[in-house]
């Protein structure tokens, strides 16, 4: 049973070949044995004429000179029941016996004095015919089977490159890499099958979202531009108002949707996929611990081991800053980033991240938090991962063990 899933769960190059190879096998065994028993009846019916001519001959010779001429013979007690019932009928006959392998062919006649002429041969010479014709029909049907078999595997073989290059370029569509198309990745232009019109519509499919993703981020885009300056007026506004519990709750508001339009922003400027790193050379573990000591002063900084990186400086301390605010706003203290190599680890011991995200990634206004009231609108991770893409880094997200200690751990991997 193991070895059938496995079978199933396969390549289809192997599945294609495996099925080749069982009908070639079919096709070949049944051909075989029409062929076999083709040639074994012709060789039996040619035997049976033979010992026909041969009892009609020795008939004449005894009736002309009343000799027998050997092997003949009279009243043999070992003819067959079914060629004595014919003779006492007066009828001439011929009958097969013995095994398969070995047959025995008899031919009897009756005389003219009331008695029956027999003859026997068993020609084992001839039916040993068989042997090299079975011989030659299993090479032929192994020959078939091999070369349907590799047959098979040219041919699922490149139907399975394309299908794999086709769900590659897929993939590298769905990263967000918008100048990669399906059908240009699979290539052979002369070829036209099933795997061309899966590449045309992938393609179709890929241009019509492309073109529905620009325009809802150009919306999105243009609303969020076009709120900054109201916004900006209503800040300067808050900040004219006079002190009091209702001013602080005005001000903490408007400074809440302000940034809320700026991440807003940001996301859009993200999704246009022309966002182009500056990139210097950093010392990865002291720009780290610089950084933050300004942002998260209570978090704890381990350099394992110090690594000088190629980076945009500026995109690097906003990862950095959303994954320290998200730490603090939806984890527990203490906080601790850890730099190993190009590895830059953010965790907090809190409740971990929320199975959702692990599963599916960050998504935009969707917090940690399971109820309305939490804080933030969950634009922080999405605009960590979107910075981590134009920096060609990855950024991961899992929670750890109970061994461990449990809460969130956020891995950046910064190229070298």
């Known amino acids: 049973m193991s070895a059938l899933r496995a079978f199933f769960r396969s390549g289809l190059r192997w599945k294609l070949s495996a099925a080749i190879a069982v009908v070639s096998a079919l096709v070949a065994l049944c051909l075989s044995l029409v062929v076999h028993n083709a040639a074994r009846v012709s060789m039996i019916n040619s035997t049976r004429d033979l010992q026909d001519e041969r009892v009609q001959w020795d008939l004449r ?81 192994l020959a078939v089977v091999v070369g349907g078999t590799a047959i098979g595997v040219l041919v699922g073989g490149r139907m399975s490159r394309r299908l794999r290059k086709a769900a590659t370029a897929a993939r590298r569509v769905a990263d967000g890499d918008n100048e990669v198309r399906v059908r240009e990745a699979i290539g052979g232009r002369r070829v036209r099958d099933e795997t061309d019109e899966l590449a045309r519509a992938v393609d179709a499919m890929a241009d019509a979202l492309q073109l529905r993703l620009e325009a809802e981020r150009r919306v999105t885009a243009d609303i969020a531009h076009e709120l900054r300056t109201p916004v900006t007026g209503l800040v300067t506004a808050a900040e004219l108002l006079p002190p009091g519990r209702p001013s602080e709750l005005v001000r903490d508001r408007v400074h809440a949707l302000r940034t809320l339009v700026e991440d807003v922003l940001e996301v859009a400027r993200l999704d246009g996929a022309a966002e182009q790193a500056d990139l210097v050379e950093v010392a990865l573990g002291e720009f780290v611990r610089r950084r933050v000591a300004a942002l998260a002063p209570d978090a704890k900084v381990r350099v394992d081991e110090e690594a000088v990186i190629q980076t945009d400086p500026r995109r690097l301390e906003r990862i950095l800053g959303n994954l320290l605010v998200n730490a603090a706003r939806h984890g527990a203290a203490p906080i601790e980033v850890v730099v190993d190599g190009p590895f830059v680890r953010v965790r907090d011991h ?67």
């Open 61 to 141: 010779m005894y009736e002309s000179t009343g000799r027998l001429i050997y092997p003949s013979k009279l009243d043999d007690p070992h003819l067959p029941k079914e060629l004595k019932a014919y003779a006492a009928k007066g009828e001439r006959a011929t009958y097969v016996s013995g095994s398969r392998h070995a047959p025995v062919v008899w031919a009897e006649t009756p005389t003219g004095d009331h008695r029956v002429l027999s003859v026997k041969g068993g020609f084992t010479d001839r039916y040993s015919v068989l042997d090299d014709l079975d011989q030659a029909l299993v090479a032929g049907s």
């Open 350 to 416: 809190g409740p971990g991240f929320p199975a959702d995200l692990l599963r599916e990634g960050p998504s935009r206004f969707r917090t940690g938090s399971s109820d309305r009231s939490g804080v933030g609108h969950g634009l922080g991770l999405t605009i960590a991962t979107g910075q981590a893409r134009v920096l060609g880094a990855r950024l991961t997200f899992r929670n750890a063990s109970a061994e461990e200690g449990g809460g969130a751990v956020a891995q950046l991997l910064l190229p070298r």
